[in-house]
């Protein structure tokens, strides 16, 4: 998650010489998303705007598997076992990888995916931009983008658990008074 993320784009490409292969532009010419790569990947990483204004918080990590029936095999071990599925398994607009997203023990969000959709060979290549209005229309195939997926980071916000310190215990899996708990 970025606050600004055209500076982290800008910082990544002009510092470290990533190229961008898409971006989410607001219409007022905000940059609400952008996916990076210095390789020939689709992306090997990307930022989204944090929604609450806030530095230092993390969206997801990406576990890229061999196939779309992985991801659906993965969904099924998920379930079986009682592990919390956030959204999917569906199809991104953006990228166009299979997806699925849980939550870890430790509260971060976990994504499995298929691996990227295209190699980007061109050496010219243009990045794909999408407007605020396609990216309104939510995933492929019309699905909506769920409210958490543009809320949730870690750490929580103090307003998720209440004080700071009871937000830095619920990450730690202890209570107010610095026990473990269950969550540990």
Not at 35 to 49: H, I, V
Not at 147 to 169: C, I, K, M, V, Y
Request: include cysteine.
């Amino acid at each position: 998650l970025a606050v600004d993320v055209q500076a982290n784009r800008l910082f990544f490409e002009h510092y470290l010489g990533f190229r961008s292969t898409e971006r989410i532009v607001l219409n007022d010419g905000t940059e609400a998303g952008m996916w990076l790569t210095c390789t020939n990947k689709s992306y090997d990483f990307a930022y989204t705007r944090e929604a609450h204004g806030v530095r230092g918080r993390f969206h997801h990590i990406t576990y890229a598997l061999d196939s779309r029936e992985a991801v659906l095999q993965a969904a099924d071990v998920f379930l079986e076992n009682g592990v919390f599925i956030e959204t999917g398994p569906h199809k991104h607009a953006v990228q166009q990888t299979f997806f699925l997203y849980v939550y870890e023990p430790g509260g971060n969000r976990v994504e499995v995916a298929n691996e990227g959709a295209r190699l980007v060979l061109a050496p010219d290549w243009k990045p794909i931009i999408w407007t605020e209005e396609e990216r309104k229309k939510g995933q492929a195939w019309g699905l909506q983008t769920i409210e958490s997926f543009h809320t949730h980071g870690t750490p929580p916000l103090p307003d998720d658990f209440g004080t700071r310190d009871q937000a830095e215990n619920a990450i730690a899996g202890t209570d107010d008074l610095g026990k473990k708990g269950i969550a540990s």
